[in-house]
């Protein structure tokens, strides 16, 4: 059985993943973004800096000691472990600009598309002040839901500097801001009552939160909220990344939403969510952190990234039909009618595979029928069938699967055909 919280694929599910992130890469490295790969493992040092994930996320962070008393602890994100990445290599060329696709792991409640061992698909540009860098982690996003066919979906933006404002505004003192945003995060995911309560409970008085709630609630089409906020610090830097995104011409899928707040403590800026599926939530989600990296280099590095949920994005796939799902990847299974002929295939599926064909054959000595039988079974879609008439002509017979016709072809031209 299954550690509680994670899973096992099955080639049917894995294949459907493959295809999934295969789309996502090939967005990635379109826009310019080199791979990066880093350790599960990382110092319990690096995790807990302050600044970074923040308490919550580490009463979620499976940690342990090694056997040398050290504390170590498994990633619960990937920008921490590109942090300290920057910090042991400070002469990479800047912007650098990564991705990352890896599993993290977190000690969080399980429901749908929640899980303790996930993985997560992210893009990074560090060593840009450029709201520029904020458009094109969007851009790339929203690239990557088009390429997978995802057609329902929008990015909720907001920004950190404007949150602040309005707690400012709500006359709530400057040490609580980090957990009254946490608990602001959760609007989406909890009721409003019980949100509220979670802010009386830390101490703000009812005033402060009625004016903070009536500030939630702005959210539509970026025009229209910019003429509502027009006081707010912060404003500017959405409007230029309205306007880069207009001259990509991928603004249309972006809504201003002032109740989204990011619940990690490192965002400085603009924060940005995906939303695609009701029941859910997000499955993207970033935005810019110009002083996490400083935490790990001792200077302050500018950057800013998006993480989409993976989990999340299979399930609005499945739920959806968006890709369909196959057993198998093999695409011909070549048969031979009677063990004499043995030796004989495994020269056709050498031949077969010597020309980068997907092939497999039948290893337990079974009938025709049962290898056709097991074929079909897995949905491979060709049966290459191996008898002795055929052989004496230098030929075999194709069978369609799906459809049941066959047609003899010789075995010179038999590749061609695949």
């Known amino acids: 059985m299954n550690v509680k919280g994670t899973r096992d694929f099955l080639p049917e ?19 310019g973004f080199q791979p990066l790969e880093t350790s599960a493992l990382e110092t319990w040092e690096v995790l807990s800096k302050k ?66 061992e996930f993985l997560q698909a992210d893009v990074d540009i560090v060593g840009s002040e450029s709201l520029l860098a904020d458009a ?54 909890i009721s409003t009552d019980d949100v509220i309560k979670e802010i009386e409970n830390k101490g703000i008085s009812k005033d402060s939160i009625k004016k903070l709630l009536s500030y939630t609630k702005i959210k539509g089409e970026p025009e229209k909220v910019f ?14 990344i309205i306007s880069y995104l207009k001259s990509m011409k991928l603004n249309s899928k972006v ?3 002032l109740s989204l707040a990011r619940g990690l403590d490192y965002y400085t800026g603009p924060i ?3 939303f695609a599926e009701q029941g859910i939530g997000s499955v993207a989600a970033g935005g810019r952190y110009d002083k996490m990296i400083g935490l790990f280099l001792g200077r302050d590095i500018p950057a800013t990234g998006i993480s989409l949920g993976i989990e999340r994005i299979m399930e609005v796939i499945k739920e959806r039909k ?10 011909v299974f070549v048969i031979a009618v009677n063990d004499r002929l043995r030796n004989k295939i495994l020269e056709i599926v050498q031949m077969l595979r010597e020309k980068s064909i997907k092939v497999d054959y ?10 056709l039988e097991y074929a079909s079974s897995l949905g491979i879609p060709f049966a290459v069938i191996v008898g002795e008439r055929e052989l004496k002509e230098k030929s075999v017979k194709i069978r369609n699967m799906k459809t049941g016709k066959e047609e003899i072809v010789s075995i010179n031209q038999l590749a061609k055909k695949f």
């Open 255 to 257: 809504k201003i939403d």
């Open 13 to 31: 599910e894995m294949i459907l993943r493959q295809q999934a992130l295969e789309k996502i890469k090939n967005v990635f490295e379109i826009f």
């Open 362 to 371: 039948d290893l337990r000595s079974r009938t025709l029928s049962k290898q």
């Open 227 to 240: 003429k509502e906020i027009e006081e707010l610090e912060g404003l500017n830097e959405l409007k230029e």
């Open 322 to 331: 968006i890709i369909e799902m196959t057993k198998s990847k093999t695409k």
């Open 51 to 116: 600044g970074a994930g923040g308490d919550e996320i580490l009463s979620e962070t499976y940690s342990f000691k090694d056997k040398g008393e050290r504390m170590i602890g498994l990633r619960y994100d990937l920008t921490v472990p590109l942090a300290r990445v920057i910090s042991d290599n400070p002469n990479l060329p800047l912007p650098f600009k990564r991705y990352q696709i890896g599993n993290v792991w977190r000690y969080g409640d399980v429901a749908k598309a929640r899980f303790r």
């Open 136 to 189: 094109e982690v969007i851009a790339c996003a929203i690239e990557c839901f088009n390429a997978l066919g995802i057609k329902e979906f929008y990015v909720r933006l907001n920004n950190r500097k404007i949150l602040n404002e309005i707690l400012r505004l709500s006359k709530i003192s400057e040490n609580k801001f980090t957990d009254i945003l946490r608990s602001i995060d959760k609007l989406d995911k």
């Open 272 to 274: 940005f969510e995906v």
